[in-house]
T-cell receptor
Framework: GENVEQHPSTLSVQEGDSAVIKCTYS??????FPWYKQELGKRPQLIIDIRSNVGEKKDQRIAVTLNKTAKHFSLHITETQPEDSAVYFCAARVTSGTYKYIFGTGTRLKVLA | KAGVTQTPRYLIKTRGQQVTLSCSPI?????VSWYQQTPGQGLQFLFEYFSETQRNKGNFPGRFSGRQFSNSRSEMNVSTLELGDSALYLCASSEGREGSPLHFGNGTRLTVT
């Protein structure tokens, strides 16, 4: 069935270090992969996304890479800051004639000052 | 543009009761999706509506139902509430086209006692 696995579930890094979160999806028809950041008590907010015809996308300190063959995609945050502390969710948009997103179980990132 | 609006923000119900949650999407967005968020489970897809039609449904029992009105506003209903239904229910709207991202509301936190 459709599934997105996300690792790690928690991640602690020192301020200024890099953080990497990895996701694997099962549905080869998936063609759009957004990442959401959810701060405590707030709504998930889109931070970056990538489409299946692109291998990498970067936006300032955030980048996402996609390996379609291996069905992996990853979020990279460089020069982490305390305000990056949040829960991050990856998602894969299932097409197969439907429009729904399957989310990973989330990664709680703590940036230690 | 105003964001996605969900009402109410908080609800406390007892087992066996039913509840209706409301979601007003971003103006112009015709797709509304519903997700259940619980600790450790991430976001679980409930269903998605587009132009008043349910396009896809997740793996939830029939006690969970929804509908969408001609103005794209959506409601979700849960009947015969169980303790395990306690969760944050998130609504997300999108244009509903290929690769259009989800925009989430602040959610309705439902507590079943």
């Amino acid at each position: 069935g459709e599934n997105v696995e996300q690792h790690p579930s928690t991640l602690s890094v020192q301020e200024g270090d890099s953080a990497v979160i990895k996701c694997t999806y099962s549905d080869s028809a998936s063609n759009y992969f957004p990442w959401y950041k959810q701060e405590l008590g707030k709504r998930p907010q889109l931070i970056i996304d990538i489409r299946s015809n692109v291998g990498e996308k970067k936006d300032q300190r955030i980048a996402v890479t996609l390996n379609k063959t291996a069905k992996h995609f990853s979020l990279h945050i460089t020069e982490t800051q305390p305000e990056d502390s949040a829960v991050y969710f990856c998602a894969a948009r299932v097409t197969s004639g439907t429009y729904k997103y399957i989310f990973g179980t989330g990664t709680r990132l703590k940036v230690l000052a | 543009k105003a964001g996605v609006t969900q009402t109410p923000r908080y609800l406390i119900k007892t087992r066996g009761q039913q509840v209706t949650l409301s979601c007003s999407p971003i103006s112009g967005h015709r797709s509304v999706s519903w997700y259940q968020q619980t600790p450790g489970q991430g976001l679980q897809f409930l269903f998605e509506y587009f132009s008043e039609t349910q396009r896809n449904k997740g793996n939830f029992p029939g006690r969970f139902s929804g509908r969408q009105f001609s103005n794209s506003r959506s409601e979700m209903n849960v009947s015969t509430l169980e303790l395990g239904d306690s969760a944050l229910y998130l609504c997300a709207s999108s244009e509903g086209r290929e690769g259009s991202p989800l925009h989430f509301g602040n959610g309705t936190r439902l507590t079943v006692t």
